[in-house]
């Protein structure tokens, strides 16, 4: 058995329950405009103008809204309610808006080569995704992470066309989403929970053939919320077709995530994806590797970390779909994640799905385990051993309900 000693923080209790109140508030008028405005204006609103150069620029506008509520039943029972060393699906036994989200985005083409992004968020899953645990975050945290996205974007008249993008952005490293929505399973896995979800800064992508294509990013640092120094970060990806089937992405990170700023300190970070779809079944691999040397311990260590997930999903019928997700994540020496630990995992989901005009509903049963293993390993359980001590237990079980609307313009 191992303790951890937990302690609350009462000096931001007011405040997360005012922000919950707010997300209760988006949850509910997402779900007003997903099920009553958004159909009643597209029955009651008549056709104008259905030239192609009409119906091409309506559909360069994109708008919709988002919730995501769950019940996640955790068999340890823990008296915080907590999934420990995660950032997503944290909270347990208990039914909550885990995201609301309402955006706005503009795409760019050649007739029209300015872009943008814009949405707000809400709920659990937008309170921890923008720091590893123990950073400092940047002033206005709170607000800022309630921001889904904000961008410009240019596609430049140079050769096959280059996209720039500034602003915060979708994150290029990882094959996972913040929104369950996008993702095969309802929870992540723990490489998505570990790496940024959003970038802060610019991006430029070109592509160099039908096949290949590369980007360059530069940001203000790992996750754009949390603040070590005021020196930017680089990466690069590249993305090959190799079939019309078969594609393979591999993106690489490198910048200072410390106070101490040399270049011996700086944290490199490598995300490989391959990922093969077919017309009823999608498999997908995805391996991550990170290093850094610890400036502020003697002897100034190197961290290590490194995880992987296979994600197969398979349409089985009309609304039905199955999912499995294996994966392993080994945190050496704590920094991705708070503690020293090696986790295995296997998450099992069904989803049905039901789509009504504009909005789509889905439901994902899902079974969840988890072991971890090591020095710092372990997650929440019931019971105190002494006042603000909990223990520890290797496994956890988890069984999920969620239900996920979505409203999206045509």
Request: glycine fraction near 8%; hydrophobic fraction near 40%; charge should be neutral.
């Amino acid at each position: 058995m191992a303790l951890v000693q937990y302690s609350s923080t009462p000096v931001r209790v007011n405040l997360r329950n005012v922000l919950r109140r707010w997300t209760m508030w988006l949850g509910g008028a997402a779900f007003l405009w997903s099920f009553v405005v958004a159909p009643a204006c597209a029955e009651s609103v008549p056709a104008t103008d259905s030239s192609p150069e009409a119906d091409e620029a309506v559909s360069l506008w994109h708008y919709g809204a988002y919730l995501d509520v769950g019940y996640v039943l955790n068999f340890n029972f823990p008296e915080n309610h907590l999934w420990r060393s995660r950032g997503t699906a944290v909270r347990h036994n208990e039914f909550v808006p885990n995201m609301a989200l309402v955006y706005v985005r503009k795409d760019a083409n050649e007739s029209s080569r300015w872009g943008m992004e814009l949405g707000m968020q809400g709920g659990y899953d937008s309170e921890r995704f923008a720091f590893l645990q123990g950073e400092r975050e940047v002033n206005g945290a709170d607000a800022l992470r309630h921001i889904h996205r904000a961008n410009v974007s240019y596609l430049a008249p140079v050769g096959n066309g280059l996209t720039i993008t500034a602003g915060l952005f979708n994150s290029l490293i990882g094959y996972e989403s913040l929104y369950a929505k996008d993702n095969t399973n309802y929870t992540r896995s723990w490489i998505a929970d570990n790496t940024p979800y959003m970038m802060f800064g610019i991006n430029a992508k070109y592509p160099l053939s039908d096949r290949l294509t590369v980007a360059a990013f530069v940001i203000n640092r790992y996750f754009h919320l949390a603040y070590t120094n005021d020196q930017p970060s680089y990466g690069g990806q590249w993305s090959y077709h190799a079939t019309p089937r078969l594609t393979l992405t591999q993106t690489l990170y490198g910048g200072p995530d410390q106070t101490n700023t040399a270049v011996q300190f700086w944290r490199f970070y490598a995300n490989h994806i391959v990922e093969w779809k077919g017309d009823a079944l999608t498999l997908a691999a995805s391996y991550d590797i990170g290093t850094e040397n610890i400036a502020d311990r003697p002897g100034h260590p190197r961290a290590f970390v490194t995880g992987g997930n296979i994600v197969a999903r398979w349409h089985v019928t009309g609304p039905w779909t199955l999912a499995v997700r294996p994966e392993f994540y080994w945190d050496r020496n704590g920094r991705w994640t708070g503690s020293e630990q090696f986790v295995k995992a296997v998450t099992s989901t069904i989803e049905y799905r039901i789509p009504y005009k504009w909005t789509n509903t889905t439901v994902r049963l899902e079974h969840r385990w988890d072991e971890s293993t090591g020095a710092g390993g372990g997650f929440f359980r019931r019971g105190e051993v002494q006042p603000g001590v909990l223990s520890l237990t290797p496994n956890q079980h988890l069984v999920l309900l969620g239900i996920l609307w979505t409203f999206d313009s045509p």
